[in-house]
């Protein structure tokens, strides 16, 4: 049995991966979103796989304390024991402008999310990502995260931090960033990775 968390996964690409790895049986997934009820009603509809379920959980990037938050109330109220994939699909892109045009309060809003949100994922999750026989934090990306015209769109930046990063102090965990136009990457992929990025193309459309 396999057990995912997707951040962002209410609405979106991570509601569509969601749906795509949804299907399988024997299979874990926990949608972490800013308005659980919002979501409770966005994923009622989902097909579920035998054996398999959805477990819905407050997390706002915006709030430091809620990654934190959120691994004891799943530990404690469902259980759970362990993460195989987390996966920090959650971000936000408002507001492109070139530089002259971008608020500071616009730049702080998308390092927030983009950038210290998937900083804290990590840091609290790590301890059950350490649990897994196979563990993976795959970070959903995009152009966005390119340096290219950075200097026109200065919110960029966010993103690129994240892009680069580096490597994770725990070797046993793979980091892998999933991007635009990954269809054309991923054949050579472990299957669960593959499956994923998979998702996150046919997602686009769920």
Known sequence: ELTYLITGAGRGIGKGILSALMTRPNTTIIAA???TSTATN???TVPVGKDSKIIIVKLDATIDSDPSTAVEILKSKHNISKIDVLLSNAGLLDGIAPVLETSPDTVRRHFEVNTIGPLTLIQAFMPLLLLSPSPKFLVI???????????KFPVRSSRMELEGSGELSHQ???LIRIWD?????????DPEIKAICQAYTDGLNL
């Open 181 to 189: 136009g990954l269809e054309e990457k991923y054949a050579s992929l």
């Open 141 to 151: 990306t995009s152009s966005i995260g390119s340096i290219t015209d950075m200097e």
């Open 42 to 44: 966005s994923l009622s």
């Open 33 to 35: 979103v800013r308005d």
């Open 172 to 174: 046993e965990v793979h």
